[in-house]
């Protein structure tokens, strides 16, 4: 496991810290992802927060050092105890290195601009700190700031990432009503359907229930045999792009055609965005595999909330997008129809249960955990986040855009991210230069296939 350094935040390394201390133990999920991180690959999701005005570094530290006790996760530290990394609480964090002013080279142009912002994604973050950092920069293209907002995924998911950026960054005349994550729009949408899996409680496993686990392992099973457009050995170099589409249209031309949901929509610009570029780049139109994250948990619903883990708990389904049909809405339907079996399956809570319930064989559990996170189980991770549902400020200064991003992984040169604010669906692409050098092209395609979608949609 690659941990680089950390400090010791003055607890023992042979010993627990004392109750009350509010020290924990990694979850097994944020130990995981502590696993696959390593010299090219981060371990950390980002926020990419355009505005429409200039900011104050010490204002915006200032604002953010007194609002932190509001989420306790941004003052948490990472250390090994007795051999165990631990969440321990940071009294004193050093406001100064967590907010920092981006020093290099003007953004001038969009594509200085995306530069700046993938050298400061391809970063790791130092261990020896709380696993955040926000890095400002203070001149862009279109005469405003921006912030790129970087988060351990061991430390928070999605959701939890929006509810911190309610409770420390989001002015709070707007943060209280315009920051509450839409159900409808993006996760939430799957984890409502969250029910209590076999492996939580103590008594033994109903066998109606293994059945459900299995048949649901066997959809989500990887299919080595299809071919990966961005299969190959990654390089600690980053490229993003960016692209945006109407929410409300979307969301309009989904009910209509089959009672899609807007998951599905985002699905559907992602196929019919692959099938133009793979076209324009002579490559074939077969089925590309996505793996589509589940959020399983359950932050607070009030910021500052202590007594919640930090962390996330993430499950997936995996689905086909079908590239061969030339009708953006024949694809919408099918990629409506394959997510609804999955969604009625409870494929995402049944892998989740099947894991827990093999906990009890480690053998067992690290063989299916290795088949599951294989290179070619799957091709391209595609996640949806809700984010606030109106327009948010910064210290005054409106927001125009935000995004999200997220880490690549082994043999997986590409991965999209996308997040919602008021009635924009915005799109973050991130991809390894060295194997995809044209991802700006990739987000264009999107961008138009989106319209085209929209276009077909009832009058």
């Given amino acids: 496991m690659w941990l680089g ?22 979850s097994p999920e944020g130990r995981r992802i502590l696993a696959l991180e390593n010299e090219t690959v981060a371990g950390h999701t980002c926020k990419v927060i355009e505005l429409d005005g200039p900011l ?26 007795d051999g165990a990394p631990w969440w321990v609480p940071d009294p004193q964090v050093d406001i100064n290195a967590q907010v920092m002013e981006y020093g290099q080279a003007e953004a001038a142009n969009a594509a200085g601009f995306r530069a700046a912002v993938a050298a400061i994604f391809a970063q790791h973050l130092d261990r020896s700190r709380p696993l955040w950092r926000m890095d400002l920069i203070p001149s862009t293209p279109w ?45 939430t949408a799957w984890a409502s359907r969250r029910r209590t899996g076999p492996a939580s409680g103590s008594g033994a496993v109903p066998e109606h229930r293994w059945l459900a686990d299995l048949l649901a392992a066997s959809r989500e099973a ?26 409300g249209d979307l969301r309009q031309v989904a009910a209509a055609t089959d009672g899609a949901t807007v ?17 324009a780049h002579h490559g074939r139109l077969g089925a590309v ?26 499950s997936f389904f995996c689905l086909d997008l079908p590239l061969g049909s030339a ?9 409506s129809r394959a997510t609804r079996v999955r969604k009625q399956g409870h494929d995402a809570q049944h892998l989740d249960a099947l894991m827990r319930g093999l906990a009890h064989a480690p053998r067992l559990s690290n063989f299916v955990d290795r088949v599951l996170a294989h290179p070619r189980s799957f091709a391209l991770n595609v996640s949806n986040v809700p984010g606030p549902r109106g327009p948010v400020r910064v210290l005054g200064v409106p927001v125009r855009a935000l995004y999200t991003l997220a880490e690549i992984r082994e043999h997986h040169a590409l991965r999209v991210s996308v997040v919602s604010l008021a009635d924009g669906l915005n799109f973050g ?5 060295t194997l995809l050098d044209d991802v700006d092209q990739l987000a264009a395609d999107m961008h138009a296939e989106a319209a085209t979608l929209i276009a077909h949609g009832p009058a």
Avoid: C
């Avoid at 998951?263 to 076209?279: K, P, T, Y």
């Avoid at 595999?289 to 993430?314: C, E, F, M, W, Y």
């Avoid at 692409?429 to 230069?433: G, I």
């Fill in 143 to 187: 005469g405003g700031s921006a912030l790129v907002w970087r988060i351990h995924h061991a430390l928070a998911d999605g959701l939890t990432a929006m509810r911190m950026a309610a409770a420390v960054l989001w002015d709070e005349e707007a943060g209280s009503a315009g920051s509450t994550a839409r159900a409808s729009s993006g996760r």
């Fill in 327 to 335: 009708d953006p809405l024949e694809r919408l339907a099918a990629i």
């Fill in 429 to 433: 692409l991130v991809a390894d230069p």
């Fill in 56 to 81: 104050d570094v010490d204002r915006l530290r200032a604002s953010i050092a007194e609002r932190l006790p509001r989420a306790p996760k941004l003052s948490m530290g990472l250390t090994q105890i």
């Fill in 289 to 314: 595999r996505v793996k589509v994250p589940v959020s399983l948990h359950t932050p607070p619903l009030t910021p500052g909330d202590a007594g919640s883990q930090p962390g996330n708990r993430d």
């Fill in 5 to 26: 350094a950390g400090g010791a935040w003055g607890v023992a390394g042979d010993a627990e810290p004392a109750r009350g201390t509010g020290a924990r133990r990694l």
């Fill in 263 to 279: 998951n599905d929509a985002v699905l559907a610009v992602m196929a019919g965005g692959l099938r133009r570029w793979l076209e």
């Fill in 222 to 247: 990887p299919q080595p045999w299809l071919r990966s457009p961005f299969y190959g050995h990654i390089d600690g170099l980053r490229a993003v792009a960016f692209t945006t589409a109407s929410l």
